[in-house]
């Protein structure tokens, strides 16, 4: 009798360290632009071009001024759950024949996801407190670094993603299970209306076919973070 796969724990896929970076340059952001609020001038810049130069001025107010702040904290915990969500659905699957094939494809997709995680909150960081350097001339040197960071982190962000989904290519040719009967992973009985899974029993948060646990409280976070991301990023550009 073959051993059955170890249940993983998501311990096993997160960095302390790492993590504690991320909340740094998260919540950062928030306490520097507070201690500079009061400085900045009536009309700030809010939407730049390629170039750097700025094409959407808005009025100095809590929204305009902490938005990129805001945008940033959304996107951290969109990525977070969809970590954990992952997390879920492979862990479901460790005890199946292909095993071994979820596992590898766990460590690839959680080290994609931090990869992400940190290029973007880099970005989202220096875009943030961008407003100071723009709008004070004794930063002006900062603000052209902060571009290129800005940029960087972008570039790195592409090419990580490039190599992880090139290596997750990889893994599926050589190690792609062969066809078996998948048990069922959930429970068909909590499906309501066809479409809606709603299971109190179950924490997963992701489910295969009918993408979310509705019964989850997280999910619902999840989806106001969803729906939070485009109105942060186009509300100006829309009321200008």
């Known amino acids: 009798m073959s051993a ?10 997160t960095n302390i360290a790492l993590e504690f970076f991320i909340v740094a340059l998260t919540l950062l952001p928030f306490l520097i632009l507070s201690y500079f609020y ?5 009309q700030i810049p809010e939407y730049l071009n390629l170039r750097g130069d700025v094409v959407v001025w808005g009025r100095k107010n809590l ?6 702040a ?19 659905r492979y862990v479901a699957r460790l005890s199946q024949p292909a095993g071994r094939f979820a596992s590898e494809t766990l460590r690839l997709m959680a080290g994609l996801t931090d990869w992400l995680r940190v290029m973007a909150g880099i970005k989202l960081f220096v875009s943030a407190i961008e407003v100071i350097f723009l709008t004070n001339e004794r930063f002006g040197l900062l603000a052209t670094a902060a571009r290129a960071i800005s940029w960087v982190s972008s ?9 992880y989904f090139s290596r997750a290519l990889r893994l599926k040719r050589r190690m792609s299970p062969e066809p078996v009967e998948a048990k069922q992973l959930v429970d068909p009985t909590r ?9 109190s029993a179950d924490s997963s948060l992701f489910v295969d076919r009918y993408l979310f646990n509705f019964a989850n409280l997280w999910t619902y976070v999840f989806l106001l973070c969803l729906l939070g991301l485009p109105f942060l990023m186009f509300l100006p550009a829309l009321t200008s």
């Open 70 to 88: 805001l945008m940033g904290l959304d996107l951290q915990l969109l990525a977070f759950f969809m970590k954990y969500g992952l997390w879920q």
């Open 4 to 13: 059955e796969p170890p249940v993983t724990r998501f311990r096993d896929h």
């Open 38 to 42: 009061a400085s900045l001038p009536e």
């Open 155 to 163: 570039i790195l962000g592409i090419v990580g993603a490039v190599v």
């Open 191 to 199: 499906v309501r209306g066809g479409i809606f899974y709603y299971n």
């Open 63 to 68: 929204f305009t001024v902490f938005r990129l």
